[in-house]
């Protein structure tokens, strides 16, 4: 049962990131992936890696806890669910800035 949260997270950032590779201006080859702190980009990625970056990031993270915590399955389980619930979010809000940072350098 505790595969299902995983499992849907990753759905939805998958949905997530076909719609920002499809939505999120279409006419660039690359998107930007890493900015200054003064705003100015200093990475540029393949449209492909510039949206499933953080659902790659998010499967590293659930492996490695999965990994590790493999003694302690209730620690385990409520890292992973946390871990699906956030997932989601951060590349909904990542996709969201980068929508709207292009949008103002148009």
């Known amino acids: 049962m505790i595969l ?9 950032m998958g949905l997530i990131a076909a719609w920002g590779h499809r939505n999120i201006a279409p006419e660039r080859p690359r998107l ?3 900015w200054s ?13 510039a949206v499933s970056g953080i659902p790659v990031a998010i499967a590293v993270a659930m492996g490695l ?9 209730g620690d385990r ?19 969201a800035l980068l929508a ?4 103002a350098e148009e």
């Open 37 to 49: 702190a003064n705003g100015v980009v200093n990475l540029q990625a393949p449209r492909l890696v």
């Open 65 to 73: 806890v999965a990994y590790l915590s493999r003694d302690n399955l």
């Open 32 to 34: 930007p992936m890493q």
């Open 100 to 103: 709207r940072m292009i949008d």
């Open 77 to 95: 389980n409520m890292a992973l669910v946390w871990i699906s619930i956030i997932g989601p979010a951060i590349e909904a809000f990542y996709l």
């Open 4 to 12: 299902l949260a995983p499992l849907l997270s990753f759905l939805a």
